[in-house]
């Protein structure tokens, strides 16, 4: 079973203050849009190379098409995301 991170409270406010590019501990809207969009890209980033991998595993004759089973496919999608 995959453990999930916790993070505390403390956590999150320092990584927040983080995002305070010109450090006058205050967080403008743009710092903040900034920081969530970097964020938003690198999720995107990390999901589409684990999708590819994932459809490489699927991909069993190598011919860029997967043939929908599925039984099978949830089988391996809960393998390969919650291991």
Do not use: P
Not at 18 to 47: G, I, P
Not at 53 to 61: E, G, S
């Amino acid at each position: 079973m995959k453990k999930k991170k916790i993070f505390s409270i403390e956590y999150h406010y320092l990584n927040l203050f983080r995002v305070d590019e010109d450090h006058n501990k205050y967080l403008s809207k743009e710092e903040l849009f900034n920081y969530v969009l970097r964020n938003v890209q690198l999720h995107l980033k990390k999901a589409k190379d684990k999708n590819s991998q994932l459809f490489l595993l699927i991909d069993t004759n190598q011919n860029g098409k997967i043939q929908f089973c599925f039984s099978f496919f949830i089988k391996l999608i809960k393998n390969f995301y919650f291991r």
